[in-house]
Structures are given as C-alpha cells and as structure tokens.
C-alpha cells in the first residue's frame, strides 16, 4: 500500500512561471518531509525538507508546504527555469524509514 | 568520501547469474539503505543497515537477494540466480543516523542491472 503519493505523474511549465509539485501521505506518524530532484542516470538528490513541526520551509526558489490536517505536501518553484525540468519525488520519514511517492516528472518550457 | 559511490553503473547480466552490487556511504554515515526503482516508480525500500546490523531486510523481494556491510562501511547487495525481473536500478544511500534525525538521505547515481 502506497503511503506516499503523487497522482500527476507529468506536469509542463512556461519558463518564469510558477511550478506546483503536489504530494500526498496517509501515515500520521510521518514526522519529516523531502523533496528529491531526479535527472536521468543519477541517483535523486536532496532538495529541500521539511520538519511537520513547520507548515512551510523556503530556500531560494524553492518552498515547501505542509497541510498537516490535510496530509498534504507540495513544493513550489518560482521562477521556473528550464535547469528544473527532471522528476520530483517526494519523500517522508518515520524515524525509521523513508517513503518514496512514484514521482512527477516536470518540463519547463524556454 | 565526498558522496555515496556505487559500483558497478551498468550491468548486464544472464539469467541465472549471481551478482554483487557495491556501496560506498558517505564517511561517518552509520545508517545505509538500498533501495529498487523500477522503470517510471520510485524507490522502492529493500533493506536498512546500523552501522554493521541489518535492523530491517522487509523489503528484500525473495531469497536471491541478500545484503551485507561487515565493517560498517562498505555495503553489498548480492543478487543471486537472477531473473528478468530483477531488472531495475538498484540505488544506495546513507544517513547520519538518529544523531541527524531531521537530515536527508544521500542517494548514490545507482546501478542499472538489466538481467537477459
């Protein structure tokens, strides 16, 4: 059973414009939350994260927020560039493991 | 190290041939992951290591598949007798470990095993 979830498997961009990455959870318990930015052959890489003590995390272009009661996660990214276009995974923590969402995969168009 | 390193990027192997997947975690790192990704999903758990102890292998999909890191450092992940759907992206990460509880996991480039 899937306890993280991105159900728009693809999303396209105007560059400058802003880019939304949605996110779901089942699990309570979930504690921590991350973003994971993909490019072909390689490994996800660190994004940005946020604590669920937080409802929102911010570094540079990229914010994260968080709807606890709604167990809901997105990120946003603005101005969109086209260096961003790859797929987005989006990831919680237990204390224990990490859950991996099936991803979105984002094209900013120049 | 500066990264996690995997080893080997690629390989192609024929079914029922074993093989050995290679983990080298970020210096310092106690905690080590393995993790699948199948073509368009994402990663998948397979198994957790604590410094040398493998706390939890739930994820392991069969028999053929065993892990080890006997040093604390270094990791394998064998595969044996593999079959055509064994083939996927195996990815390695590590972690500081409960004394970096609010800190990411650090994922290797990964190794595409395409078994024929």
């Known amino acids: 059973d899937q306890q993280v979830k991105q159900n728009s498997p693809s999303l396209s961009v105007q560059e400058g414009r802003i880019s939304i990455l949605n996110c779901d959870y089942t699990n309570s318990m979930f504690d921590y939350f991350l973003w994971y930015k993909k490019y072909p052959a390689e490994g996800p890489t660190f994004l940005i994260s946020?604590?669920?003590?937080?409802d929102k995390n911010e570094d540079g272009r990229f914010t994260v927020f968080l709807n606890k009661s709604a167990k809901h996660l997105s990120l946003h990214i603005v101005p969109s560039q086209p260096g961003d276009s790859a797929v987005y995974f989006c990831?919680?923590?237990?204390?224990?493991?990490?859950?991996f969402g099936t991803g979105t995969s984002l094209t900013v168009i120049p | 190290g500066a990264g996690v390193s995997q080893s080997p990027r690629y390989k192609v192997a024929k079914r029922g041939q074993d093989v050995a997947l290679r983990c080298d975690p970020i210096s310092g790192h106690v905690s080590l992951f393995w993790y699948q990704q199948a073509l368009g999903q994402g990663p998948e758990f397979l198994t957790y290591f604590q410094n040398e102890a493998q706390l939890d292998k739930s994820g392991l999909p069969s028999d053929r598949f065993f892990a080890e890191r006997p040093e604390g450092s270094v990791s394998t992940l064998k595969i044996q007798r593999t079959q055509q759907e064994d083939s996927a992206v195996y990815l390695c990460a590590s972690h500081g470990g409960l004394s970096s509880y609010n800190s990411p996991l650090h994922f290797g480039n990964g190794t595409r095993l395409t078994v024929t």
């Open positions: 946020i604590s669920s003590i937080k």
């Open positions: 990831a919680a923590f237990d204390g224990n493991q990490f859950y």
